[in-house]
Each structure stands twice: as structure tokens, then as C-alpha cells.
């Protein structure tokens, strides 16, 4: 079974023609990620099917990312820990003056979409898929009103995503018996209804979360004043991945944890129980001059007596840059920001579909990394290992598909990746440009194979 198979050979679209139609664009995506509709089809027929795709009644992008979610959960079924990363990221369609029922984003000039996905990762960092996703347009009221929702109740709140992200990590957690999966959130999921909610879920999935309050207790403390009297546990070293604000740096932090109790904050008409967590401080010992030190507090549901136990939660946190790398791709890889649709409710399927585009390439990226041994067919199919291998070394291919490392470094080197002892593995930019490369590859093969069949015929 081909992977476009498998991640959409179960979508219920209401006609055969439809889901045949789903995987013709999930293949030409692929294909060229980075690349417009029109482009990444073959020829205006095809371009013009797809956009009566993302027009009909039937497709919505919860039923194109259904069967990939389905497949996700399977894959999550063979592992014993899951980490299900959230964050929320924003879509800017301002040049696309077309697109119908947009909302406002950062300010009323900028429209878009904001996109809040869960991504389902390995502790080792490997992208099973995408486990849920919401997306949504404010109204221009909603703008306006954003700074007046304090005393407002949860459910009237942007602030639920999170609470209804970690009921779907909950319903999924209960089909798994023997997967523990594990709902990672940044700041914005400090939320103490989603305590509460982590309380009354018949299955509760574990969660782990960065605080952004100093929240009190019931014995009248803050959190940081009970962290100011806690041992610490040890040391912990890393490298810290670079993000816009700065380079990658390596650091050392002084692991601290305790187990408090929340004091329920004021509820307008609302009780709210207090809630038992751990709190686990990681503080940098010796940052640079003139640098502020890195320092996370994380609340969990999960006891945490030991230092390995606190390494290992702060190793699940240090996955969360997974999510961001997979923004990085839908952006910058998938170009889905330059999409022009008349009407997002065309857009929201079309987003859906290179969602697992983009899911496809980060999975390449790590499963190259992690389990460099397996052999590649079992993620390239026939045609593309052999036309990568063909193009690489000027040879017929052998019989003995090569390993998933080796295959994902010849690709990657069709995107820039050198493969010089110091460059370490491919990234997924060399990643999605080498699959386009692949791709091209492919389709001069068959064609060439269609050629020699018509010659011997004549």
C-alpha cells in the first residue's frame, strides 16, 4: 500500500470519484510543496478539477484530515509513550484580497486564519501525524471584544481550543490502552479549567504544560515561593534549538520540583475545586553576559520524585520545537499562505491537505534520523527509490532497496544537502526541495518507460 493510501484510502467524501480525486492532489502536492495549485497540477484540466475539489459541498477539511488522523492513531498504537504537542499559529492571507470571510489577525489591517493543531510525536521526536486541528476566522466583533473577555466564562473564550484540544487527546487516549499519551502545551494552556477538565475526563490523558502564572496555593504561597525552598535535584545539559530570537546555544540548568496545591482563582457564578500538580523548575546556572537565563516552569499532573523523571518531562517539553519546525514547513515549505481560493471554506480543505503534506515531510526528516537502518521501501515506493538512485549514481538500480538514511540523504541532496562529515543530517528544507526534485525524476522515467513500450510496439 503506497502512503497516499494509506493516509487517504478511507475518506468518507460521500463519491469514489472524489476520494480518487484527494489522492491525485495529495500526489502532486508531495510532488511540489512549495509550488501553486496550477503548478503542481498537470495541465489546466487537473487544475481546474482540483479547485471543483475544494469547491464541493462534500469536502471539508475535517474529512480530508479524517483517515490521515486515523492512520495517526495507529501508528501511535505502536508506541508506549505519545506526546501530543498543541500551539496555535497565525495564517496571513492579507495579499489574498479574493479570498471571502477571512477575520482579523494580530491588528484589523492584517486578515487570516488562525490554525491550531495537535501534532502526535515520539519521545524521540518522530511525527506520527496530525491528531486534531481547528481552525478558525475571527469576526471583527470577536477583535474588538478581545480585550474584554476576563470575566466572561470559558466556553466564550478563544482560551477553549486548548480545553477542547486536550478532551480530543483524552478520547484518543482511551482507544489506545497501552499507549500513555501526554497533551505538551507552551504558556497560553496555563489555563486552570484545563486542570479542572484534566480531573473530570472519564480517561485522562497525562499532561505536561509551561506555566506563565505564579500562581497561589492553598497555603497562601505562590508557586515561586514554594520553588525557593525546594531541593534541587541535579543538573541538566542541552542544546537549545534556534528560533528568531536567537542562535543555538548550549545550556545548563539546576533542576528543582515539588507537589503543591492550586488555590481555584475567582469564577464569576463558578466554583472551581482546587487542584493537586507537580511543579518542576529548570533554571539556567550560567547564562552569557548580557543575557537573560533560560528558565522554564512546567506544571504536570505527573509526580516527579527523581532527577531522571524531571529530565525526562523536560526532554518531552524541548519536543515542543517539533510543532514550531512543522509551522516552518506549512509556511515556508507548502507556501500555504500564498494559496488564492475565493472562499475559505474552500481554503480550510485545501489547508487540510497540505497539513499532511506537511506532516509527510517532517516524518522523512526524523525517520531518517532515528531508525536509519530500515529498508526504504517500506516509505518510497518502487518507482521513486530507483529514480533517485538512478539520477545519483549514473547506475541501474539493485535489487536491494537501499537503507530509509541513505535514500533521504541522496533526496535531500537534490535540495542543497551536501553530506560533508560536519553537516550532520538533512533539514527539512533540503528535505521538501529534494522531494520535488524526486518527483520530476519519476515522471521523466515513466515517460521514458512509456516511450520504449510504444517503440517496441510499432
Known amino acids: 500500500m503506497s502512503w497516499v493510501e494509506n493516509e487517504l484510502g478511507k475518506a468518507s467524501l460521500g463519491d469514489q470519484r472524489l476520494t480518487k480525486r484527494a489522492k491525485v492532489l495529495l500526489e502532486r502536492l508531495i510532488s511540489q510543496p512549495s509550488a501553486s495549485l496550477p ?22 477539511d475535517e474529512k480530508v484530515l479524517a483517515p490521515h488522523q486515523e492512520a495517526t492513531q495507529v501508528r501511535m498504537a505502536e508506541h508506549d509513550v505519545v506526546l501530543c504537542l498543541q500551539d496555535t499559529t497565525e495564517l496571513d492571507y492579507s495579499r489574498q484580497t479574493q479570498t471571502q470571510g477571512l477575520g482579523p489577525l494580530s491588528s484589523e489591517t492584517q ?30 466583533e470577536d477583535f474588538r471584544k478581545s480585550g474584554d473577555r476576563k470575566n466572561k466564562p470559558i466556553e466564550e473564550k478563544e482560551s477553549m481550543r486548548w480545553i477542547n484540544g486536550y478532551r480530543q487527546v ?27 477538565e484534566s ?39 542541552f542544546d537549545l534549538p534556534p528560533s528568531h530570537k536567537r542562535t543555538k546555544k548550549h545550556v545548563k540548568q539546576t533542576i528543582k520540583t515539588c507537589r503543591v496545591t492550586l488555590h481555584p482563582p475567582q469564577r464569576t457564578g463558578q466554583a472551581l475545586d482546587p487542584v493537586e500538580v507537580t511543579v518542576l523548575l529548570a533554571q539556567e546556572t ?39 519546525i512543522y509551522f516552518r514547513i506549512l509556511k515556508s515549505g507548502c507556501n500555504v499562505e500564498k494559496l488564492q481560493l475565493e472562499h475559505i471554506d474552500r481554503l480550510r480543505p485545501a489547508l487540510a491537505m497540505y497539513m499532511i503534506v506537511a506532516w509527510r ?22 518507482q521513486e527509490w530507483q529514480a533517485i538512485y538512478v539520477v545519483t549514481h549514473r547506475k541501474p538500480p539493485p535489487p536491494k532497496p537501499p537503507t530509509i538514511n541513505t535514500m533521504i540523504r541522496m533526496m535531500a541532496g537534490f535540495g542543497g544537502f551536501l553530506g560533508r562529515k560536519h553537516d550532520g543530517e538533512p533539514g527539512p528544507q533540503t528535505v521538501w526541495i529534494g522531494l520535488q526534485r524526486a518527483r520530476d525524476f519519476v515522471l521523466a522515467f515513466e515517460v521514458q518507460n512509456a516511450l520504449r513500450k510504444s517503440t517496441i510496439c510499432v
Open 111 to 140: 486578515l487570516g486564519l488562525h490554525l491550531h493543531p495537535t501534532l502526535a510525536v515520539t519521545p524521540d521526536r518522530l511525527c506520527l501525524g496530525v491528531l486534531d486541528a481547528c481552525v478558525w476566522a475571527r469576526t471583527e
Open 39 to 60: 503548478t503542481a497540477c498537470r495541465g489546466w484540466d487537473e487544475t481546474q478539477a482540483a479547485y471543483r475539489f475544494f469547491s464541493h459541498a462534500n469536502v471539508t
Open 361 to 382: 515531510v517532517l516524518y522523512l526528516t526524523i525517520l531518517g534520523r532515528d531508525c536509519p537502518d530500515l529498508p526504504c521501501d517500506l516509505v518510497f515506493e518502487t
Open 170 to 196: 483524552c478520547r484518543v487516549s482511551e482507544t489506545l490502552p497501552t499507549t500513555q499519551c501526554v497533551y505538551i502545551a507552551d504558556r497560553e494552556s496555563d489555563i486552570y479549567e484545563l486542570f479542572i
Open 199 to 237: 480531573k473530570n475526563q472519564h480517561h485522562q490523558a497525562d499532561w505536561l504544560i509551561r506555566a506563565t502564572h505564579d500562581r497561589r496555593l492553598l497555603d497562601e504561597i505562590n508557586i515561586s515561593d514554594a520553588l525557593a525552598h525546594a531541593q534541587a535535584l541535579g543538573e541538566i545539559e
Open 286 to 324: 550560567s547564562p552569557p553576559k548580557g543575557e537573560e537565563p533560560v528558565t522554564w516552569i512546567l506544571l504536570t499532573n505527573l509526580e516527579i520524585i527523581t532527577l531522571e523523571q524531571a529530565i525526562e518531562k523536560i526532554q518531552w517539553y524541548l519536543s515542543r520545537w517539533q510543532i514550531e
